[in-house]
């Protein structure tokens, strides 16, 4: 298939990429290199420097293809609380704008980076697809809303759709291929990395008075090149069985902050400086995903999620 993967050059879209040509089908990335980077451009695909706020441009790049995936989204929860209004702008309308040069190109297949933040905080654990939706910050909100409007295109208009509800995204790919590093990371892993690395004086622990094990939160973290697996594995089951589907992408696996920041200790053999500081606003004490569906429908499994390999890979990145 011809697919157009926007937000291509970003840390999860490159990864997605890389797994779709490597499964034959010929990609065109359209990215505005916010957060991305051309370094996370290969050589076997055709780029689109454009942003998704514009809509002609979108059009222009839309029309021949048949499959969208697009992970072009802000995505850090504690700063959507803060600004809501850049988090609208670009996640909201953006997709919205996708949504309808998809339409107007015919495009008929969209697989949409979702989250594990819509759910908000646990009623139950694992967290299956049927659990409520009730986001606990702002970003997690724009993705619901995104998911809704999906449901209603797919009623209206015939558009078919995957929501790929993805857990903590870790890892870099396992072959080294991609080597573009995030700008401003404020997720755990990427954070820890630059610490080992030098590049940060320590990791400040949010809180270590949660009702886990070791009083540190417990998150599911799940390998970018298993998720990059799921979406094309999701493109091609929506487009065989003519259907939509909304899906975790999860390890089903827990490790609380201070077991990553063991092993990472343990597999950079740096010493890692932290402290203990305050709990970060909206942190659920523990987060893990049932990805029973995905494994029943996509036949889908995460291979390279363990922690070991998660740090392993990642660090091959960082210690450059
Ligand atoms: N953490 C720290 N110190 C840091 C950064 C993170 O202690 O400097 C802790 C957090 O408090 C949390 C854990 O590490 O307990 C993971 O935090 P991240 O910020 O890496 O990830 P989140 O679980 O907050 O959220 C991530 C993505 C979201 C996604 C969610 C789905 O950033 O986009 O996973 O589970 F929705």
Not at 25 to 50: A, Q
Not at 110 to 139: C, M, R, W
Not at 246 to 252: A, D, F, K, P, R
Request: hydrophobic residues 40%; aromatic residues 10%; glycine residues 8%.
């Amino acid at each position: 298939m011809n697919i157009l993967i926007i937000g291509g050059a970003g840390y999860i879209g490159s990864h997605a990429a890389r797994e779709f040509l490597d499964n034959g089908h010929r990609v065109t990335v359209f990215d505005n290199l916010s957060s991305g980077t051309r370094e996370n451009i290969f050589k076997d695909e055709e780029f689109i420097y454009g942003d998704i706020l514009d809509y002609s441009e979108l059009l222009r790049a839309m029309r021949g293809s048949d499959a969208v995936v697009h992970l072009a989204a802000a995505k850090a929860a504690g700063e959507s609380m803060l600004k809501p209004e850049k988090y609208s702008r670009q996640n909201i309308s953006g997709t919205v704008n996708i949504l309808n040069a998809a339409l107007e190109a015919g495009v008929k297949n969209i697989v949409f980076s979702s989250s594990a933040a819509v759910y908000g905080e646990p009623q139950y654990l694992p967290i299956d697809e049927k659990h409520p939706t009730n986001p606990e910050n702002y970003y997690g909100f724009t993705k619901l809303e995104i998911e809704r409007s999906l449901a209603w295109y797919e009623r209206l208009k015939g558009v078919r759709f995957a929501a790929l509800r993805y857990f903590n995204a870790a890892g870099y790919d396992v072959k080294g291929r991609i080597t573009g590093l995030e700008q401003n990371p404020a997720n755990l892993l990427p954070i820890i990395m630059e610490v080992a690395a030098g590049m940060r004086r320590e990791l400040c622990i949010f809180g270590d008075d949660y009702d886990t094990q070791d009083g540190t939160c417990i998150r599911d973290y799940v390998h970018v090149n298993d998720l990059a697996a799921g979406h094309v594995a999701a493109l091609d089951y929506i487009d065989k069985n003519n259907t939509s589907i909304t899906v975790n992408l999860g390890s089903e696996n827990g490790v609380s902050v201070k077991g990553m920041l063991e092993i990472a200790r343990r597999v950079t053999g740096k010493p890692v400086p932290s402290k203990i500081v305050g709990r970060r606003p909206g942190d659920p004490a523990r987060l893990t995903a049932s990805s029973q569906y995905a494994r029943e429908i996509l036949g889908w499994q995460a291979r390279y999620s363990d922690a070991e390999t998660l740090i392993e890979t990642t660090w091959k990145v960082y210690r450059k």
